[in-house]
Antibody, heavy 120, light 112 residues
Framework: QVQLQESGPGLVKPSQTLSLTCTVS??????????WSWIRQHPGKGLEWIGY???????YYNPSLKSRVTISVDTSKNQFSLKLSSVTAADTAVYYC????????????WGQGTLVTVSS | QSALTQPASVSGSPGQSITISCTGT?????????VSWYQQHPGKAPKLMIY???NRPSGVSNRFSGSKSGNTASLTISGLQAEDEADYYC????????????FGGGTKLTVL
C-alpha cells in the first residue's frame, strides 16, 4: 500500500517561494501508473487541486495557480515536490500530497497534510 | 467560491439516513461518471469513500452509497453512526478550460 508523507517549512515569508516535498513509500514513482498530486485546503475551507505530475515529468496545473506553480519529481529519491512562488497570506493552507492511478479518476492515497503559514 | 456546490451542513440522528448533494455542470458532474466523495475528520486527511459515482473502495461500509442525476451527484449515508460525523467533499474530473479537477466546498455532517 502506498504511503505519502509531506515535509517542508511550516512558515514562509510573503513574496518568497513555498517548497514542499512528498516522500512515497510502498511503491516506486518510476514504475509509472500514477499521477502524483498536490491539493491544498485553506483554513476552514474546501479542497483545491493544485496540480499533478506523471513519473515521466508531464505536469498538469490548476490554471489559477499555473503561473506560480512548479511540480517536479525525483525518481532516485522516490519523491515529488511542489514549489509555489510569490506567496501571500492567501496561500496559507494545509498542503496535501495525494496519488491517483493513471486509469482512475479519484485520489486514493493521501499524505497527512502539512500546514504552511505565510507570514512575516 | 468552489466549482461544485454542496450544502454547508446536514444533520441526522443515529440510525437515520441523510443525503448530501453536489451540483456541478455538464462539464464536470453531468459530463462524466468520475464523481468521488471524501470523508474528512478534524485534523485528518481526506479519505476516499465513493469513486466513479457509486463504487465503494474496499473497507468502506456499505452504509455509504452514491448516485447521480444530471448535473447533481448525491452521497447517502444510511444507519447514521456517531463516527460518521465529519466533513464530506465531492470531487469531479472536469473538462472546463484546462482545469482537470474540481472539488465541492464541503458539507459538515452532524450526528445529533
Amino acid at each position: 500500500q502506498v504511503q505519502l508523507q509531506e515535509s517542508g517549512p511550516g512558515l514562509v515569508k510573503p513574496s518568497q517561494t513555498l517548497s514542499l516535498t512528498c516522500t512515497v513509500s510502498g511503491g516506486s514513482i518510476s514504475s509509472g501508473g500514477y499521477y502524483w498530486s498536490w491539493i491544498r485546503q485553506h483554513p476552514g475551507k474546501g479542497l483545491e487541486w493544485i496540480g499533478y505530475i506523471y513519473y515521466s515529468g508531464s505536469t498538469y496545473y490548476n490554471p489559477s495557480l499555473k503561473s506560480r506553480v512548479t511540480i517536479s519529481v525525483d525518481t532516485s529519491k522516490n519523491q515529488f515536490s511542489l514549489k509555489l512562488s510569490s506567496v501571500t497570506a492567501a496561500d496559507t493552507a494545509v498542503y496535501y500530497c495525494a496519488s491517483r492511478e493513471a486509469w482512475d479518476y479519484y485520489f486514493d492515497y493521501w499524505g497527512q497534510g502539512t500546514l504552511v503559514t505565510v507570514s512575516s | 467560491q468552489s466549482a461544485l456546490t454542496q450544502p454547508a451542513s446536514v444533520s441526522g440522528s443515529p440510525g437515520q439516513s441523510i443525503t448530501i448533494s453536489c451540483t456541478g455542470t455538464s462539464s464536470d458532474v453531468g459530463g462524466y461518471n468520475y464523481v468521488s466523495w471524501y470523508q474528512q475528520h478534524p485534523g485528518k486527511a481526506p479519505k476516499l469513500m465513493i469513486y466513479e459515482v457509486s463504487n465503494r473502495p474496499s473497507g468502506v461500509s456499505n452504509r455509504f452509497s452514491g448516485s447521480k442525476s444530471g448535473n447533481t451527484a448525491s452521497l447517502t449515508i444510511s444507519g447514521l453512526q456517531a463516527e460518521d460525523e465529519a466533513d464530506y467533499y465531492c470531487s469531479s474530473y472536469t473538462s472546463s478550460s484546462t482545469l482537470d479537477w474540481v472539488f465541492g466546498g464541503g458539507t459538515k455532517l452532524t450526528v445529533l
